[in-house]
């Protein structure tokens, strides 16, 4: 079992997690529970009442989904080691926005929902650091919803696969390996139009397919097109 050092450690930066004062992350994480997922199993079901937890991700990976009005379902973001997800629920007390899933077998801790609020109410360390971390998430996803407006159809897909990259990999693999569906899913894009941007790319040497697994050669290119648009 890891210890309370080690757990730390594996946390990202800017987790919410890392908002609290060190005591009272502690006393958290000795209240967590952890679970083991299987590819495919769901760990948060969007419209569900109980939002008494959070998860953090320790190995592994999810796959954050909501279905729209139109029934047409959305990835909002991959989670890998060190994050956090489910949150919202936990803080308003609301139905959950989203559907959590295993993306690949994954590890999680479970922080339930009164320890955090405890913890983040603490002292005014704890309480000014999650507040500011929610004003710096409001701003990323100002430049998320900005960009989706004004971006065409390659620039949307360049900046969804850029987010998947796998850098530990080094050869510009993809994490979770997901299929043209999943990727017009996270991109916001139809697969048959995600099909012919990644052939044309294909053609020109900036990706490579190996089977159902996708390859970027040419991460510069991408980023740069994430980045500018089509004025890259």
């Not at 209240?31 to 760990?43: F, P, T």
């Not at 991959?78 to 994050?83: A, K, L, M, N, T």
Request: hydrophobic residues 45%; proline residues 3%; glycine residues 8%.
């Amino acid at each position: 079992m890891d210890t309370l050092d080690e757990l730390i450690a594996r946390l990202k930066a800017d987790t919410l997690l890392r908002a609290l004062a060190p005591d009272q992350l502690q006393t958290l994480l000795r209240a967590a529970s952890r679970r083991e997922l299987k590819s495919g199993e769901k760990v948060i079901t969007q419209g569900d009442e109980d939002g008494d937890f959070a998860v953090v991700v320790l190995s592994g990976g999810l796959k954050i989904t909501m279905v729209s009005a139109s029934g047409r379902e959305i990835i909002l973001n991959y989670c890998g080691p060190g994050e956090l997800v489910g949150e919202i629920a936990m803080l308003d007390s609301g139905p959950r926005t989203a559907t959590v899933t295993a993306a690949v077998a994954s590890s999680v801790l479970l922080l339930p929902a009164h320890t955090f609020l405890a913890a983040a109410t603490a002292n005014f360390d704890s309480a000014a650091g999650v507040m500011r971390e929610l004003a710096r998430r409001v701003r990323q996803l100002n430049l998320v919803i900005e960009s989706d407006r004004t971006f065409s159809m390659a620039p949307r897909l360049a900046r969804a696969l850029v987010r998947l990259i796998d850098i530990e990999s080094g050869d510009g693999r993809l994490r979770y390996d997901p299929s043209q569906s999943d990727l017009g899913a996270f991109a916001g894009l139809a697969r048959e139009n995600v099909s012919r941007l990644i052939s044309d790319w294909e053609a020109k040497g900036i990706v490579a397919r190996q089977g159902r697994a996708l390859q970027v050669r040419d991460q510069a290119y991408l980023q740069a097109l994430a980045e500018f648009g089509d004025d890259a």
